[in-house]
Nanobody
Framework: QVQLVESGGGLVQPGGSLRLSCAAS????????MGWYRQAPGKQRELVAV???????IVADSVQGRFTISRDYAKNTVYLQMSSLTPEDTAVYYC??????????????WGQGTQVTVSS
């Protein structure tokens, strides 16, 4: 079994910054892609940023230049540094990882979500 544990969400004022972390643990042989998605009230879940094994990143246009995704391979952890936050960034942020374990082929796992609220 694999668990993803997110941390770092909270309340921040417009223009502020937050850093999200997501650590994967359990029966992990390898992780290909890790990333972040978000879901605002009444909206569909959308991709924010992902990082593939090797470092290639895909970042949504809406956060390009403001959010940076990075990864610590040794710790099976992905980070999302968010800056210049606006109220439109308010959402539940979910971590995602494509994990290869000793028992199963590649499978996608999700974290429980962490709330980010941007408000004055």
């Amino acid at each position: 079994q694999v668990q993803l544990v997110e941390s770092g969400g909270g309340l921040v004022q417009p223009g502020g910054s937050l850093r999200l972390s997501c650590a994967a643990s359990g029966s992990i042989f390898s992780i290909s892609t890790m990333g972040w998605y978000r879901q605002a009230p009444g909206k569909q879940r959308e991709l924010v940023a992902v990082i593939r094994y090797g470092g290639h990143t895909i970042v949504a246009d809406s956060v390009q230049g403001r959010f940076t995704i990075s990864r610590d391979y040794a710790k099976n952890t992905v980070y999302l540094q968010m800056s210049s936050l606006t109220p439109e960034d308010t959402a539940v942020y979910y971590c995602n990882a494509d994990v290869i374990s000793s028992a199963t082929p590649i499978r996608a796992y999700w974290g429980q979500g962490t709330q980010v609220t941007v408000s004055s």
